[in-house]
């Protein structure tokens, strides 16, 4: 005799239910489906992310990517990871000359490490995106770097870094999701 059988005709349902879903689950996530919107939820929320070190080393590059569930910036960093300040603003200013960056979008978020650059990288172009709407130079002064990340509207997001002992590199990641 199988568990749903055995199972009071109440909890039978209940327990049916629970198996389609389960079986759902399992299936891959097809664009548009209910079955991404559930895999796509997201805890990160819009606060401001932070971390403290001041560490040597620049900002090499600057490549941005798309996903199902989220749009990602990738800092490319010579030696270890940084500290970092990534948060929505009205407006993303100048490092050293405080003058605004329009950028495209519904929000802004500035992205600030805590390594200096010592030329200016190549801005990715976002066209297309399902939330980027423009990333720009902030400048660079001080060991201090920004870049304007213009986004579709105060979605969450999730900062990170990743660390290449081997190569001595690292890399900020911003991802900035498609959907509450």
């Known amino acids: ?3 749903i059988q055995s199972t009071p005709p109440r909890r039978r ?3 049916a ?3 389609a879903a389960l079986a759902l689950a399992a299936v891959p996530a097809v664009a548009g489906t209910s079955a991404e919107a559930a895999s ?3 805890t990160w929320g819009s606060l401001a992310k932070t971390s403290a070190p001041l560490v040597t080393g620049r900002v090499a590059a600057v490549r941005a990517g798309h996903h199902p569930c989220y749009d990602r910036l990738v800092l490319d960093m010579t030696g270890r990871a940084p500290g970092y300040d990534v948060r929505y603003v009205r407006t993303v200013y100048t490092e050293g000359g ?3 960056v329009p950028l495209a979008g519904g929000a802004r978020l500035a992205v600030v490490v805590r390594k200096g650059a010592t030329r200016i990288p190549t801005m990715p172009s976002v066209a297309g995106y399902p939330t980027f709407r423009q990333v720009r130079w902030a400048g660079s002064f001080e060991g201090y770097t920004t870049i304007g990340l213009g ?3 105060r979605l969450p997001f999730r900062v990170f870094t990743l660390v290449d002992s081997v190569h001595g590199t690292s890399r900020l990641v911003v991802d900035v999701a498609h959907h509450w």
Do not use: I
């Open 17 to 19: 239910a629970l198996g």
């Open 40 to 42: 796509c939820a997201v």
């Open 151 to 153: 986004v579709r509207a």
């Open 98 to 100: 405080g003058f605004p």
């Open 13 to 15: 349902h209940r327990l």
């Open 1 to 3: 005799m199988s568990v």
